[in-house]
């Protein structure tokens, strides 16, 4: 079959569900079907475009039997709405353009709409071809209880963006189940949800020695480490931690990555006199596994109110390292019950200092119990979340629209 995938981040980009699709996409191409991928160059998370995707309007190449062809968009800062609202309109604009010239049988287009709603009304609407649209969080539900979305008239336009997608779709992938309720509340029938779990790569991702090169170089063998990895936004209240630091100065809290939060959590962390935060940049995807095995505990935190609308995609990766999870979110929530469920960490709900501190402590006092959660964790992904198991899954899904 000849699929067509529409997409804001592919790899190398850093984009949260990059992962994901990159690894599917190349998986069904290993199957041997004809993969083609139209992605904006790599920009995520500082909102700047990598140095060897600026100047071209398009670009063309091959990853591992994927053809990408990729779109420019600006430059600029992403906690800039003005600026993100831009970029949105251009990877839509060029997308639409790019992918009129593309053969295909089927799409598969990730959510949110308001990213990707013209090349769906145009690619798959109006040129009659089924689409599998993939959502990753629900909207505009997710934006509300995060505060990006407050006045009626955008709430009621990216509702709008959504729904055209989400009831013109062939199929709707979700990646849990706690998705459903808000989907059925639009009118959409359950038959045609498609629960596959996120997947990753465990082979890659796997169980590595505490002690190894990277905590080598940043000087962490001595110490119990605190990690968060991934984009720092303001979806993960990260706040909290760093006031947990100041009660915990004997431990080690170390933040990967970048975001539109960064700037404003170094600037706190200075100003609170933090020793024991080290904040680093966004790490190669090849130093990944080590990255995740210096963590003694690994941290996955949510605001409070987004329930069972998000589910961050960084929880599988710690999984698989076999590391134990400290999550922060509502009790009941999408993460919290996922967590519970796997056995893998300990819960804690946010905007709780107290609680939050008394959890560090625990599982820094009591190593065994800390890694047997890894292990489940790690049993877990495994059992549930082979990247093998999902392409085919995909595969039949997708070959069952074509008919």
């Known amino acids: 079959m000849r699929l067509l995938v529409v997409t804001p981040f592919y790899a190398p980009d850093l984009g949260p569900s990059t992962p994901l699709v990159t690894m599917l996409c190349e998986d069904l191409a290993q199957l041997g079907h004809h993969v083609q991928v139209l992605a904006a160059v790599p920009h995520f998370p500082s909102g700047q475009v990598s140095a060897d995707y600026r100047g071209h309007l398009w670009l063309e190449e091959e990853q591992n039997g994927v053809q990408v062809k990729r779109v420019w968009v600006p430059s600029g800062e992403r906690s800039n709405l003005p600026h993100r609202l831009l970029t949105f309109a251009v990877f839509q604009g060029l997308t639409t353009i790019a992918g009129l010239r593309f053969d295909y049988d089927a799409l598969l287009i990730t959510n949110p709409a308001l990213e990707t709603f013209l090349p769906f009304a145009t690619l798959s609407w109006l040129r009659r071809k089924p689409a599998v649209f993939c959502v990753w969080d629900v909207y505009p539900d997710v934006g509300i209880h995060l505060g990006i979305f407050r006045h009626q008239a955008v709430i009621k336009l990216v509702g709008w963006l959504e729904n055209f997608c989400l009831h013109r779709a062939r199929k709707i992938h979700l990646l849990t189940e706690s998705f459903k309720p808000s989907l059925e509340a639009r009118g959409l029938a359950t038959a045609k949800m498609v629960v596959i779990p996120p997947w990753l790569d465990t082979e890659f991702i796997r169980p590595l020695p505490r002690t190894n090169a990277f905590s080598q170089e940043h000087g962490l063998n001595k110490k119990f480490v605190i990690l968060y990895a991934g984009n720092m936004g303001f979806s993960q209240g990260l706040e909290q931690i760093l006031q947990a630091a100041q009660q915990l100065p004997k431990l080690q809290f170390v933040f990967v990555g970048d975001g ?107 190593p065994t119990r800390a890694q047997q959660l890894g292990q489940h964790g790690r049993e877990y992904a495994l059992r549930y979340h082979s990247r093998q198991a999902t392409a085919q899954k995909f595969e039949t899904i997708i070959k069952g629209l074509i008919g």
């Open 260 to 366: 539109a939060n960064h700037a404003n959590l170094v600037t706190q962390a200075t100003t609170l006199g933090l020793t024991n935060v080290k904040f680093l940049p966004f790490q190669p995807r090849e130093r990944l596994p080590e990255l995740l095995a210096t963590a003694d505990l690994a941290l996955v935190t949510q605001q409070g109110g987004l329930g069972n609308d998000s589910l961050p995609s960084k929880i599988f990766p710690i999984l698989a390292s076999g590391r134990p999870i400290l999550a922060v979110g509502d009790e009941g929530s999408s993460l919290w019950e996922f967590v519970q469920q796997a056995q893998a960490g300990v819960c804690v709900p946010p905007s709780a200092p107290d609680a939050l501190v008394k959890a560090i402590m625990e599982l820094a006092q009591q």
